[in-house]
């Protein structure tokens, strides 16, 4: 037989991470029609919730939401280095943040800028109009001139050349 962990059949006032059992809740039933116990939980914050006994046991809930939100401030603190002050940006603000960004300025340094993740200042740029560079294009190191070879001088002909020739154009490191 497979080794299944027995849990103690939950009661009320027991309590999982910010949840405290109050009392018994109508069963949830899945779409398959599977019954499954649920209790009525009163988080940290207040706020009463029914969770699934069987969510309660394996820790997948903990509270209502209220401790995500809290880690999720605590992430942002993590990322940009500090809590985002006055909670919204001005419209100019914003409209700055997408000019710094087309400009060449990475999202994780305007998120330390503007106390914001990297996420929310693509989302920004994309709100206002603005194109989120590739992947490649954000990692490139070098500019690229894209129309180098469209009017051909002796210069392009010998790269042309070159790397008909070879096939590749890169450093490498001396051994």
């Known amino acids: 037989m497979a080794n299944r962990r027995i849990h103690p059949k939950p009661q009320i006032g027991d309590t999982f991470g ?21 209790w009525w939980c009163r988080c940290k914050c207040e706020t009463l919730k029914p969770v699934r006994e069987t969510h309660l ?3 997948k809930i903990v509270s ?18 500090r809590p985002r002050e006055s909670g919204k940006l001005s419209n100019q603000q914003k409209q ?15 998120g330390i800028a503007y106390g914001l993740t990297p996420a929310a200042v693509g989302a920004n740029v994309q709100r ?10 954000s990692h490139r ?12 001088t002796e210069a392009s002909a010998y790269w042309i ?13 001396s051994t």
């Open 96 to 110: 700055e943040m997408v000019n710094r960004y087309l400009a060449g300025e990475s999202t994780i340094a305007l």
């Open 128 to 137: 206002r109009g603005g194109k989120m560079r590739s992947l490649s294009d």
């Open 57 to 59: 046991l394996s820790g």
């Open 18 to 38: 910010a949840l405290k059992i109050e009392a018994e809740a109508e069963p949830y039933v899945s779409p398959r029609g599977q019954n499954f116990r649920r």
């Open 141 to 152: 190191k070098l500019a690229l001139n894209e129309a180098a070879f469209s009017e051909i």
């Open 64 to 81: 209502c939401g209220c401790v995500g939100r809290e880690n999720s401030a605590a992430a942002r603190v993590l990322t940009t280095g």
């Open 161 to 173: 050349g070159f790397l008909m020739a070879d096939g590749a154009s890169i450093e490498t490191a």
